[in-house]
């Protein structure tokens, strides 16, 4: 049995993990291990009691009522765009907008640089490591467009391969649109050379930022990335709610996408005016408690510090590694030196399915199947695969409990 | 061929898994009943003979001819594999009249009931709708046989 690294503390784990009250349940009457972090984070209790709260003494609509309590939801509300706005480096709250999470975010450009920016024979750069939420927008795109979708391939090793990257990059490339951490893999591409690069050419750049913003400290100004989405849900932060940041001159220079109240300033028959931004892109009553949850949750995460959450889940990626290597017959899909804490595999020829669900009858929570990256998995070969996940608040032990499990997998399935 | 043959059936499903009490000993021996199920041509595994269900696989092709309900079928997942072993036993031969309307409860009782969730993602649920269709079909078709 291993013991926990030298640089984590046990209390402080111990601590940590008691701030998610889902990690102390029980599934088939084993104790929950949930290694699916990559698909969803669970939550800690600074963010459930912060959406009680809101929902029990603040709730009001916003952006409308002369009221009191609906001025207490909007500052709460506008409050939580500051704080997103601050933690993501970005220059200003304009720049923040809010939507139902990273699909949203990238269907939004996708939908309005069709209004004009996007046109026939112009090329849209993605990776063939993108999640389907990063094909499929560009795709309908083209098709309105007739714009033209390339590809960038990978290694076998799962990462990006910038020759070909880079000759892809021309005078008919209209954007860049690249996952910043690779879902099914995990691998984290070289996103400051890739912007470098792209801007070199006179290209923006969007990064689907899913998978990266719970593992590292993302600062959209530092990046000078044109485009950045994001989910809450991964984030430690409610489902439903995520973010678009734009930089502010491009935003600007969007049409309006969904229609309602709140994206207006001035509505007639005879024509409407639309209001600034952010709002200009936030129709309809927003997601308020997502929103206040979400700053919650960067808080949380601030509290524990990008450092601590770097040097933990590194161990455990390395640890589960080096243990899952361990176990004969078992396969990594993705080896690329940069990953973050992210280990999919093959267990010899037994279906990820079925791994899966032997896994899930010993409390142990993983992803099986394509993770929405179908054409990846087509690029290496394999029908799907099972994916554990790692966050700060895993532990070695819950890893040592994994391999045991796939050890006693592959007896029953070999 | 006759509810009380389903019935006979089922319950000899449920007392074979009850021998064990163990959820890792079901699990095994629902994988060798896979193992044991009759192959499936190579020929119906295709398209079209697909249950789309996600992420494993499976393939039914119902044997015409017979008038009682008959299908086989396979899947790349084993344990998948299994429970369609399970479900064949019980519904191949069987009037398609009474396919059509057979609850399968008796899966509840093998504790495997979990597994045929539509949302469990393993093409089970829809393989079941699939073979009341064929069975409710068959016997549509038996009935007009009849009136001729």
Redesign the interface.
């Known amino acids: 049995m291993a013991s926990e690294s030298g640089t984590i503390s046990a209390d402080r784990l111990s601590a940590i993990r008691a701030d998610f009250p889902t990690l102390s349940a029980t599934v ?1 009457g084993e104790p929950l291990v949930y290694l699916d972090n990559a698909a969803t984070s669970q939550k800690p209790l600074a963010v459930i009691k912060r959406i009680e709260d809101y929902y029990r003494n603040e709730n009001a609509n916003v952006h409308r009522g002369v009221h009191s309590l609906s001025q207490i939801a909007t500052d709460a509300y506008e409050g939580a765009r500051e704080k997103i706005a601050e933690f993501i480096g970005a220059t200003s709250s304009r720049e923040v907008i809010f939507t139902k999470g990273t699909t949203e975010s990238v269907n939004l450009i996708a939908a309005t640089m069709g209004f004009g920016q996007i046109k026939e024979g112009d090329e849209i750069v993605v990776t063939e490591m993108e999640h389907h939420s990063n094909i499929v927008p560009w795709q309908l795109l083209c098709e309105r467009t007739g714009a033209r979708l390339r590809v960038a391939p990978i290694t076998e090793e799962g990462e990006l391969d910038y020759n070909e990257f880079q000759i892809l990059l021309n005078e008919r490339t209209r954007l860049v649109a690249v996952v910043h951490v690779s879902n099914s893999l995990g691998t984290i591409n070289p996103v400051r050379r890739i912007i470098s690069d792209a801007h070199g050419m006179g290209v923006p750049v969007l990064l689907d930022g899913a998978q990266a913003v719970p593992h590292m400290k993302v600062d959209v100004s530092a990046l000078d990335v044109d485009f950045y989405c994001l989910s809450s849900h991964k984030l430690f932060g409610p489902t439903g709610f995520g973010i678009l940041y734009g930089k502010e001159a491009l935003l600007e220079a969007l049409p309006p996408w969904q229609g309602g109240g709140d994206m207006i300033e001035e509505v007639d028959f005879s024509g409407t005016t639309f209001n600034e931004l952010p709002h200009r892109f936030e129709a309809g009553t927003p997601h308020i408690a997502g929103a206040i949850g979400f700053a919650a949750a960067l808080e949380y995460v601030e509290s524990i510090g990008y450092d601590w959450i770097h040097d933990q889940e590194n161990d455990l990626l390395h640890y589960a590694t080096s243990v899952l290597s361990g176990i004969d017959g078992l396969r990594i899909i993705g080896t690329a030196p940069k990953k973050a804490s992210v280990i999919s595999f093959l267990l010899g020829n ?5 791994v899966g ?2 896994l899930d ?1 010993m409390g142990i929570a993983v992803r ?2 394509h993770h929405c990256t179908q054409p990846l998995m087509k690029r290496l070969g394999v ?2 695969t099972v994916r554990a996940s790692f966050a700060f608040y895993n532990s070695r032990s819950e890893i040592d409990q994994l391999a045991a499990g796939l050890e ?1 997998a592959a007896g ?2 070999g | 061929m006759s509810a009380q043959d389903l019935t006979t059936k089922a319950n000899e499903l449920v007392e074979e898994f009850a021998l064990f009490d163990d ?2 000993d079901r ?2 021996y629902l ?1 060798d009943l896979g193992k044991e199920l009759e192959p499936l041509d190579e020929a119906f595994r295709t398209d079209d003979y697909r249950i789309h269900g ?3 696989q499976v393939w039914l092709q119902p044997v015409p001819g017979t008038g009682t309900v008959s299908f086989k079928a396979d899947s ?5 594999k299994g429970l369609i072993a399970i479900l064949l036993r019980v519904v191949n031969g069987q009037p398609p009249a009474l396919v059509a309307g057979t609850d399968l409860a008796f899966l509840d009782q093998i504790e495997l009931k979990e ?1 045929l969730s539509p949302t469990r ?2 093409g089970l649920d829809s393989m079941i709708r699939q073979i009341r269709l064929y069975a409710g079909a068959l016997a549509a078709q038996s009935t007009r046989t009849d009136d001729n």
């Open positions: 088939h037994a279906h990820p399915y079925d669900t032997v009858r099986t199947g029908p799907g006693r029953m399935l | 959820w890792m699990y095994q994988i996600c992420q494993s790349d997942a084993q344990i998948t597994h993602k393993n």
